[in-house]
């Protein structure tokens, strides 16, 4: 039933068929890549887009198209296994202090409201300068920074939902700890995490591009949409395909993933159809 309301929903629909396609393109850039996306040609340096080329060359002859296709491997896979272990961090932490309470969760709720008064992307940043430049440190990076807000929002939900009477039916039955939460809490708050975590992916790709745009990320000769961008920021007068194409790939994920976000928040939460 929530996938046929998520169909119906046109916006939604549109960013569902964007985001199977692009998955489809980054499962598939090593067979329909038309070219080795590392591989340089100085005899074809800032080639206009042609029918060798669709989307041009960079500086260094390499084609734009075939780079944009495993960028998104790139992009995609960091992004979602930041988010996975950004809501795992978040939903243990949250429910440790939801169902908890007492002095952890002052202490926990104190930890939160800390990293929530810097900015998050200004926070990453500083972090994963301190650390080097390397995917791997802008993982670190941005996980560090973007599990408070799924703490935040489970620890308010399972304060809440732990004094239900079915959670204290549960309790007075002999259910344990682990399994109270796991099998009668989680399952009824996890609506909110959801849709934040697809609005997640969306910002998270634009967060990591950005950084490797600023050179702290992905690293030559690798191709990421980040990066890329950076590549044709001295070109951007002569040849400003080489920026327009990748960022027209960010635009449009982040487009994509925030419009299902929308579709999931209003399927999810009835709460808010009816505002609107």
């Known amino acids: 039933m929530r996938l046929k309301g998520l169909i119906k929903d046109p916006m939604a629909f549109i960013g569902l068929i964007l985001i199977l396609l692009i998955l489809g393109v980054a499962l598939l850039a090593p067979w329909i890549a038309p070219k080795d996306p590392i591989q340089m040609d100085a005899n074809y340096r800032l080639e206009k887009p042609s029918l060798s080329y669709p989307l041009g060359t960079d500086h260094l002859g390499r084609c734009i198209l075939s780079r944009i296709m495993h960028g998104a491997r790139a992009s995609l896979s960091i992004s979602f296994l930041v988010l996975v272990i950004t809501m795992s961090i978040g939903v243990l932490v949250g429910s440790i202090a939801g169902y ?46 973007q599990w408070v807000r799924y703490a935040r929002i489970l620890r308010g939900m399972i304060a809440s939902v732990k004094e239900k009477d079915y959670v204290l039916a549960a309790r007075t039955g002999g259910c344990k700890h682990l399994p109270l939460i796991f099998r009668h809490i989680l399952p009824n708050v996890l609506s909110p995490v959801i849709v934040l ?11 990591i591009s950005g950084l490797s745009f600023l050179g702290l990320g992905a690293q030559p000769p690798n191709p990421e949409w980040g990066a890329m961008l950076n590549d044709g920021r001295p070109y951007m007068y002569i040849a400003p395909w080489i ?3 990748p960022g027209l790939a960010i635009l449009i994920t982040v487009l994509a993933f925030n419009l299902i976000g929308d579709g999931l928040r209003d399927i999810l939460d009835p709460r808010e159809t009816q505002k609107s």
């Open 243 to 245: 920026m327009i194409f």
């Open 100 to 145: 908890v309470g007492g002095r952890i969760d002052d202490i926990i709720v104190s930890i939160i409201d800390m990293l929530l008064a810097f900015p998050g992307l200004l926070l990453a940043l500083v972090i994963a300068g301190m650390l080097g430049p390397s995917i791997r440190n802008v993982m670190i990076a941005m996980a560090s920074v």
């Open 197 to 207: 975590a697809t609005l997640d992916m969306g910002s998270t790709i634009l967060a």
